[in-house]
Nanobody
Framework: QVQLVESGGGLVQAGGSRRLSCAASGSIFSIDHMGWYRQAPGKQRELVATINSGGTTNYADSVKGRFTISRDNAKNTVYLQMNSLKPEDTAAYYC?????????????????WGQGTQVTVSS
């Protein structure tokens, strides 16, 4: 019953900011890493940012210096702070997690995806 629930999408003016949240719930043994992907219509889904259990982060070149990924371990929640937004950032943003879950009295490492939250940046 592991779920990833995103929130925070919406319409924002170019140059503005937006913060996305993703909360993981369920019988989670450990979080290997969590992150964000995005997909615009007609384009491939691409990695935006990731953060692992130790706090190490990775960013796509297109968002470095503008986006910041962070986490709240107590809430199993990851955030994406998006600053200096550009129209090309417009996309559906998907939360991703690689988790070790406790299922059927055993441990299983699996990938999970949220439903997506739309971010639209207007000019």
């Amino acid at each position: 019953q592991v779920q990833l629930v995103e929130s925070g999408g919406g319409l924002v003016q170019a140059g503005g900011s937006r913060r996305l949240s993703c909360a993981a719930s369920g019988s989670i043994f450990s979080i290997d890493h969590m992150g964000w992907y995005r997909q615009a219509p007609g384009k491939q889904r691409e990695l935006v940012a990731t953060i692992n259990s130790g706090g190490t982060t990775n960013y796509a070149d297109s968002v470095k210096g503008r986006f910041t990924i962070s986490r709240d371990n107590a809430k199993n929640t990851v955030y994406l702070q998006m600053n200096s937004l550009k129209p090309e950032d417009t996309a559906a943003y998907y939360c991703y997690a690689r988790l070790t879950v406790n299922r059927a009295m055993s441990l299983l490492e699996s990938d999970y995806w949220g439903q997506g939250t739309q971010v639209t940046v207007s000019s």
